[in-house]
């Protein structure tokens, strides 16, 4: 039934996004950004501290930011005042349909399903009711995740600008049934997508245990506590969480790869070693990523190994092609056997520069500068400020006598070089060479 409304909902979201009415008021512009920035307690402060002052006639943005962070109540008020100015806001009158329905107020549910003409929404009926009569407490519920799901595939919906929707509506969907547990994991989703951590552990813990959506719940919780800058902190917390999953596997690869983006090379190495023994469906995933480990840790033999290793298990994977290759490159050996697996990677994944980058890399090799240029200025055109790419177009340029712009080049990406790149000490030899040239 959802596909015979998927077309409105869509234009619903859409509209919904642009509905907020111009003002001079500084708190109206300070509530409209924090709106924007997903800060919905900003919001319902500012809305609390300048309720009396008539600066807007539009409260759409407190009526989703109060119900998003289950301030019912205020949700409540919000919307009587609202219909009170917009008396066929939809936001609205959802808001009060929900407050109808669980205080079993039929008479007023079905006023409110009308407009001020007496017409009938569309979505309230799709929502709400079935062959006329009011549907159940599962049923309305799932009528607002059906809407959030098929709005949040859509490739037509503008996601940035729509998640505020999509939070109100899986919200709404949890007041009807506080144990909808799918309608709350999704909710933590879009949380998490907004990079609400705290908030989105808090709704996340609200799945118990024996619910079969519990364990991805506490994955996405440990995933967002890798973002954490502080590492003892962060750590401590995904142990935690592994133990008391019982070593659950995916725990274990988000703390690996917790590990390896914090640099801790030999942790990662030895968790990665104990995935690789349980021989699960992504082992060759795991032998790449314990490569990517020894690699950087300056043991390429046994990086090697481990790439070789993935690619006899997946020979079609370009990332593991592509890191593979570009050691031999980079060591001056297997060039050809490496220019034909980064032809095969780039075809697999043409909108990848640091694929893109070793082609051009191995062109070079093979004194097809021409080439190499063509190439690498795309990838410079992709991502301006990579320091490595940069550098490579220095060297391309060099060998192809355009020394000058060799040198421009070299000293961008010097500028731009972290030391994890270990680039900028051969960088400032080549510039010193060029200078006393």
Known sequence: MIKNYKTFIYLYILLFSKTILASSSASFLISQTAFNNYDFTQVLYEYSANRNEDSKNDYLDELISAVVTDNIVIAQKIAENFLLIKPDNQEAKLVSM????????ENKLHALRLDSSGNKNDLFEFIFFLNDKIKSKNSISNSFLEIVKSSYSSKDTNY????????????????????????????????QLIENYFFAEATYLKIPENHNLFLDAQRNIAFNYSQENIFDDAENKIIQIVEKNNEDYELKKILADFYRVKKKHNLAIKLYSELIENNSYDVWYMFYLRGICYEQSDNWQKAEKDFIKSLTLKRDSPNVLNYLAYGWI???????????????????????????????????????????????????????GEAISLDHLGDIYFAMNRKREAAYFWKQARDLAKPEDKIIENIEKKLKEYNAS
Do not use: C
């Open 98 to 105: 929900i407050e109808a329905f669980n205080s079993k107020n």
């Open 160 to 191: 940035p600008q729509n998640y505020n929707f999509l939070l109100f509506y899986t919200t709404l969907s949890i007041l009807i049934n506080n144990e909808n547990y799918e309608a709350i994991y999704i909710k933590g989703q879009l949380l």
């Open 330 to 384: 980079e060591r001056d050996i297997k060039i050809e056997e490496s220019f034909v697996m980064l032809i095969d990677a780039h075809n697999a994944n043409p909108d990848s520069h640091y694929i893109l980058d070793s082609l051009a890399w191995a062109y070079f090799k093979k004194k097809d500068f021409v080439k190499a240029a063509e190439l690498m200025e795309e990838v410079i055109d992709m991502v301006p």
